[in-house]
């Protein structure tokens, strides 16, 4: 199997990627109302990168 498969990795490793996958929603929502209220380049950057963490977890990317 030549993709990447989250179930082949050791079980501490999958319980990391799932705990990560479950949190990133909520620090997603509030890193976006925070980026709307104080809008600075730090902000924008976080806020590109958890959605494009949350989109890479959506389409099982990782």
Request: proline share 6%.
């Amino acid at each position: 199997m030549a993709r990447y498969y989250r179930y082949r990795l050791p079980p501490w490793a999958r319980h990391c990627i799932f705990v990560i996958e479950k949190c990133t929603l909520p620090i997603m929502i509030f890193q976006l109302v925070r980026t709307l209220l104080f809008p600075s380049t730090l902000d924008v950057f976080l806020s590109g990168l958890l959605v494009g963490l949350y989109i890479a977890f959506y389409l099982e990317w990782i």
